[in-house]
């Protein structure tokens, strides 16, 4: 393993690549990036943005993560929103800390299977890559592996298309990119943790082991010589907030504790190829836990009786289970960050409070502390003894 890995730190340096010093030996601790994927951020206004964005550093974070949204026929952003990621930009290089945007569409009908949109999307994400000079990391979709996003999973006959077109639009992204910013990383998959692959369901999913198999299918049959990725990218959540962090799946499920599952499925579908697989490094872009609201907090949130909020852990139980991923993934040798989802909470209890901050996106819960002492460390590899 170590062999392979210095390998892989050399082939990172050689073509200026962000993670050579994030490889390492396994078996040891190591820094990783600590963040938050959050649109809460999204101002126009620069002074809110920043006002914004500091809360990440109180928590202890050195990245951020936003969503853009892209629809058929873009190929640049609204002049709107190139302000507000300028702003955002701005704030992030203020604080020296590693900036991702993730590009996809509204709604899951929009995903661009046909050439011509395929094309739009990576002059879309040229674009943004040509505009903001300091983003240091480009999210190709959100979660392809779901019909939320990504319509087409399986085409009439039951065959499996969603990852072959994934796979083409991740290619021309990540030569679009590189032909801008060659130190860009091209954050790929980011992938749901779970799927059925049944073409039946009312509910195509693909599971990402599935999904990840057949993007090495895609891959190899191209007969592409180039990588189509930088950083591996999936969202380890649970399915429920009650389940520590490290708790594996025995499927085709995949969270923070199947990482040796990950990294093999990596290695079977890329290995041999100019792409590479089993040494690829890893992001756990989305993770999130949710927490209860006190009554003091609650007059910042609505539907207090839905039934999703029983899906909550106490303020505590919500500090140590990002502990316990942060432990987990510093002792993982190709993982290279994690990132919570949210800063702020949703206000909507329908939807998800899994922030280190209540929904006024100003007042920190008990949580913070615990959090930030542990992102801290995990950022300088310092959270645990990996023997």
């Not at 993730?102 to 040509?130: D, G, K, L, M, W």
């Not at 480009?138 to 019909?147: R, Y």
């Not at 990852?163 to 992938?191: C, E, F, H, M, Q």
């Not at 969270?255 to 290695?267: P, R, S």
Request: net charge negative; hydrophobic share 40%.
């Amino acid at each position: 393993m170590l062999k392979v890995l210095v390998v892989a730190v050399l082939a990172l340096v050689l073509a200026g690549g962000a993670w050579a010093l994030f490889l390492r030996e396994d078996g040891k601790d190591h820094p990783i990036l600590v963040g938050a994927l959050e649109d809460g951020v999204k101002w126009a206004e620069p002074e809110t943005a920043d006002q914004k964005v500091e809360f990440a550093t109180q928590a202890g974070f050195n990245a951020l993560n936003v969503t853009t949204a892209w629809v058929p026929g873009q190929t640049t952003p609204t002049p709107e929103e190139l302000t507000i990621l300028r702003s955002i930009s701005a704030a992030t290089e203020k604080r020296d800390m590693h900036f991702v945007i993730t590009a996809y569409a509204p709604r899951p009908v929009f995903a661009p299977v046909s050439e011509e949109e395929q094309q739009n999307y990576a002059e879309f994400a040229a674009t943004i890559a040509r505009e903001l000079p300091s983003l240091q990391g480009f999210a190709v979709w959100n979660e392809p592996n779901l019909k939320n996003f990504w319509l087409y999973q399986f085409d009439v006959a039951g065959e499996d298309i969603a990852p072959r077109d994934y796979t083409s639009l991740l290619a021309k992204t990540y030569d679009a990119l590189k032909a801008v910013n060659p130190r860009i990383d091209v954050y790929g998959g980011n992938l749901a943790p779970r799927g059925f692959d049944d073409p039946g369901s009312p509910r195509p999913t693909h599971s990402p082991t599935t999904f990840i198999r057949e993007m090495g299918t895609a891959y190899r049959e191209s007969g592409r010589t180039k990588p189509i990725m930088d950083v591996f990218s999936i969202h380890p959540y649970q399915t429920r907030s009650s389940i520590p962090p490290g708790q594996p799946h025995t499927g085709t499920s995949l969270g923070i504790g199947d990482y040796e599952k990950l990294v093999a499925l990596l290695g079977e579908a890329f290995d041999g190829s100019a792409q590479p697989g089993s040494d690829l490094p890893i992001a756990y872009t989305e993770y999130g836990v949710q927490s209860e609201i006190p009554e003091s907090a609650q007059a910042s949130y609505s539907n207090l009786d839905s039934p999703l909020a029983r899906d909550a852990v106490s303020e505590e139980t919500q500090a140590e289970y990002y502990r316990q991923a942060l432990e987990l993934a510093v002792c993982q040798p190709t993982v290279i960050a994690v990132f919570i989802f949210h800063l702020f909470d949703e206000a909507d209890l329908n939807r998800w409070q899994s922030g280190p901050y209540y929904a006024d996106a100003t007042t920190p819960k008990s949580s913070l502390p615990a959090i930030r002492d542990a992102a801290s460390k995990a950022r300088k590899g310092e959270l645990t003894n990996c023997s």
